[in-house]
């Protein structure tokens, strides 16, 4: 059984700072790795996916995938009020059951 | 083409009625998952079709749940005698067989009274 875990925050952070949010998982057989961006009252949409260790940056977000440490980040540079919403990170096993498993997501408020 | 879309977009019924949810995905899409998401937590998955292949039901909380899809369009989920707890949001997304991005539909709010 995969577990993903994230802090639910909220996380605040002022317009222009950094904000990190972070996703630890318990299944070593995961392979790909997948943020989504929720708005309240909105479905998901993914933002960034991520299948090999290191870094991978689009435009003003960065996910990073540590697979040794079993923990995957996404980094939103000079964040906006506009990336206020709650960040899903989900997991899926490559060649599997292509059947993903969400964590709860991560509360982001980015005040001006 | 359009995106996916569900039907109703709120549903209000009674303890112990049936509910029918519907989703159209994205037209050429062979993968269907249905999620259900109660208020403040993550998605639960509930079922995975994938062209004609034996569903995975493998999410399906209760037998009172259950889905059906026609080759590779509209999906129903359906629940049979509703309790308070099946209240949540009930999302379809859809995905290509070419990607493992996935499409997700506006949801279906479903309150139970």
């Known amino acids: 059984q995969k577990e993903v875990e994230q802090n639910s925050g909220p996380l605040s952070v002022p317009e222009g700072a950094i904000a990190s949010l972070n996703c630890t998982y318990s299944?070593?057989?995961?392979?790909?790795f997948f943020w989504y961006r929720q708005y309240s009252g909105k479905s998901p949409e993914l933002i960034m996916s991520?299948?090999?260790?290191g870094d991978k940056e689009d435009g003003r977000f960065t996910a990073q995938l540590n697979k040794a440490s079993q923990y995957v980040s996404l980094l939103i540079r000079d964040s906006q009020p506009s990336d206020s919403a709650t960040y899903l990170c989900a997991l899926e096993a490559t060649g599997g059951s292509y059947i993903p498993t969400f964590g709860r997501g991560t509360s982001l408020i980015v005040h001006p | 083409g359009a995106g996916v879309s569900q039907s109703p977009s709120n549903k209000v019924t009674e303890k112990g009625k049936d509910v029918e949810l519907r989703c159209d995905p994205i037209?050429?899409?062979?993968?269907l998952y249905w999620y259900r998401q109660r208020l403040g937590q993550g998605l639960e998955f509930l079922i995975y079709?994938?062209?004609?292949?034996?569903?995975?039901k493998s999410g399906l909380p209760s037998d009172r749940f259950s889905a059906e899809r026609t080759g590779e369009s509209v999906s129903t989920l359906t629940i049979q005698r509703t309790q308070q707890e099946d209240s949540a949001v009930y999302l379809c997304a859809s995905r290509s067989a070419f990607s493992e991005t996935q499409y997700f539909g506006p949801g279906t709010r479903l309150l139970v009274l």
């Open positions: 079709f994938q062209g004609n292949s034996a569903p995975d």
């Open positions: 037209s050429g899409h062979t993968a």
């Open positions: 299944d070593r057989v995961s392979q790909s």
């Open positions: 991520i299948y090999s260790n």
